[in-house]
């Protein structure tokens, strides 16, 4: 006689998974975060158009960089407003990470792509060879490392506010950032300088390591423009602000470039620091601080 197993007895296939259904949302965070999201798509459907003109005399490309900073400013109002009214979620943070691999994963590996391909069949004979593949080697480097990312940060994540003053690896904004301010410098202040072009595929790959990298990274936010700051803060933001002012083009690539390279550049000196230390020995390092206090 055949034997049927129980319900009961069935090998549960998803033991670790949480079976929780979602009863209540926060309606207004919710929507600007998929806000975020069509920002990300819209980018991506502009990329597709290539180089011909759009709207208001911007390219295509040029647009889908400028959608990719309108979802910036959503992802980070979206957070906020969660945490004004105290109504942060596991469902917000899961929806949050999703459209950010849209709108910063997917959508600047793609402009990429696009912004090179159609430069090199204009210009080089590189398209199709060694370079090609290795502008598609960057960009899928990209989404993988954007992917684990925001995985590794829905993992680690914290709800309390005090734990978002730094992030562990190049955020996913910052390193979308630093692609689609390129792209857009390129195409509307200097379309003819094809330096660019071969800049891009390498500020991808090394952007992509950053992302799943452990270099500290601080949230400019929280800890440089919220709460009191000294005074040389609010003379450095009006700086920025008059070079956006001045050019906004040029203001976007060197204030992504700044924080791309500034984490990497900490992460190195304190590297050539703890070296000398080391190389420098116990009973060295006690004669160059005779109280005996280290640099720590």
């Known amino acids: ?3 049927f197993r129980s319900r009961t007895n069935r090998p549960r296939l998803f033991r670790g998974v949480r079976r929780q259904r979602v009863k209540y949302i926060t309606v207004l965070p919710s929507l600007i975060t998929l806000l975020n999201g069509v920002f990300g798509f819209t980018a991506i459907v502009f990329a597709s158009r290539g180089a011909a003109q759009g709207l208001a005399g911007f390219s295509y490309f040029a647009m889908a960089g400028y959608m990719v900073l309108l979802a910036m400013f959503a992802d980070m109002l979206d957070g906020r407003l969660a945490r004004m009214s105290q109504s942060t979620s596991s469902f917000g943070g899961q929806l949050d990470s999703l459209c950010d691999l849209v709108s910063f994963g997917i959508a600047p590996a793609f402009l990429m792509l696009k912004a090179i391909e159609v430069r090199l069949e204009l210009t080089t004979p590189l398209s199709g060879g060694l370079f090609h593949r290795f502008v598609w080697l960057a960009a899928l480097a990209y989404i993988s490392c ?8 829905n993992v680690e994540n914290e709800e309390n506010e005090s734990a978002h003053m730094s992030f562990a690896g190049l955020p996913t904004p910052g390193a979308a950032g630093a692609i689609v301010s390129l792209v857009i410098f390129h195409r509307e202040v200097m379309p003819n300088l094809d330096a660019v072009v071969f800049i891009l595929p390498f500020l991808t790959l090394g952007t992509a390591v950053l992302m799943v990298s452990r270099i500290r990274y601080p949230h400019v936010l929280n800890l440089y423009i919220r709460g009191k700051q000294p005074f040389s803060y609010l003379m450095r933001v009006l700086l920025f602000l008059g070079l956006v002012l001045w050019n906004m083009q040029v203001a976007l690539v060197l204030i992504f470039g700044i924080f791309v390279g500034s984490g990497f550049v900490r ?4 590297r050539a620091v703890r070296e000398g230390k080391r190389l420098l020995g116990p009973d060295q390092h006690l004669e160059a601080h005779p109280s005996g206090e280290s640099d720590l």
């Open 146 to 153: 954007a992917t684990i990312r925001l995985a590794r940060f």
């Open 1 to 3: 006689m055949r034997r």
């Open 267 to 270: 992460w190195l000196y304190s």
